[in-house]
């Protein structure tokens, strides 16, 4: 499995590295900032990474380096969810405000949210305090991200508007991401970190991953960005997502008063 993870693992880079050049030759990169950035810092990542493994360092200091570099993981990952967040409600003021508040918030109460609920996570996995800490707030941030995601797309499903295909397909793959590793994160914390679960989760995250990848390379092209007709949708659904809008905004206007 070890030998299968390796190749995996270096396919997910290659995958990366694709989806930047793809990004880059169909003048999408500035649209997706934040998927595009990922793609250049997380192959220089996985990297060092591997260099890490496959020293002769021991594997307390295998792992520093991982912790070390996981910051990348979260901080690239809500810009990611952040910026598709701001093309579904770039239409939606009051919404998207509330949404991109709600966000943050989520991202700094999960940190609050695992010390209370992972005690089963911490008793099982045999590491030294401040990695344990590391690899479950880990993932704590990705299933949050994941659920954001999830949430979102279930959300404006039931509302009239009109994305072009590029930001449905990313919004798919993103689901794919983060509640994917955040699974496999989920299952190496609860079995322990021993050797099977940890193969067996390295295998999932690299997998996982290649394929989010892979598929973005695919499905994100330079006709994907052409918004399709607005639908017409009924007076009465208009009124229904303005007033929800309407409220919204009005929240957040109470919230940043003095």
């Known amino acids: 499995m070890h030998g299968a993870i390796n190749l995996i693992w270096k396919i997910s880079v290659g995958a990366e590295l694709v989806l930047a050049f793809r990004l880059l030759v169909q003048g999408l990169a500035g649209e997706y900032p934040a ?3 990922a793609c250049l810092v997380f192959p220089i990542k996985s990297l060092l990474l591997m260099a890490s493994y496959w020293s002769t360092m ?3 200091q295998a792992r ?8 990348f993981d979260g901080l690239l990952g809500a810009w990611i969810v952040y910026e598709l967040f701001s093309r579904w409600t770039a239409n939606y003021k009051g919404i998207g405000r509330f949404g991109k508040g709600l966000l943050v918030v989520l991202v700094l109460v999960s940190i609050g949210i695992s010390l209370l609920t992972s005690r089963q996570e911490w008793k099982s996995l045999d590491f030294v305090s401040d990695f344990r800490i590391y690899i479950i707030l880990h993932r704590i941030l990705f299933t949050v991200l994941g659920l954001f995601v999830l949430g979102m797309w279930l959300f404006f499903r039931k509302f009239p508007v009109a994305m072009a295909p590029n930001i449905v397909r990313h919004t798919h793959l993103a689901i794919v991401y983060f509640v994917g590793n955040a699974l496999a994160e989920l299952a190496y914390t609860i079995g322990g970190g021993g050797r099977v679960f940890t193969e067996r989760a390295n295998l999932a995250i690299v997998s996982i991953t290649a394929l989010s990848f892979g598929a973005w390379a695919v499905l994100l092209t330079k006709r994907g960005q052409i918004r399709p007709p607005v639908q017409v949708v009924s007076s009465d659904d208009r ?3 303005q007033r929800l809008n309407d409220e919204l905004l009005g929240l957040m206007g109470g ?4």
Not at 64 to 71: A, R
Not at 255 to 258: L, M, V
Request: no cysteine; glycine share 4%.
């Open 255 to 258: 919230i940043s008063k003095p």
């Open 35 to 37: 998927l595009f950035t």
């Open 239 to 241: 009124a229904r997502i």
């Open 64 to 71: 520093q380096i991982s912790q070390n570099l996981g910051v």
């Open 58 to 60: 021991s594997p307390p």
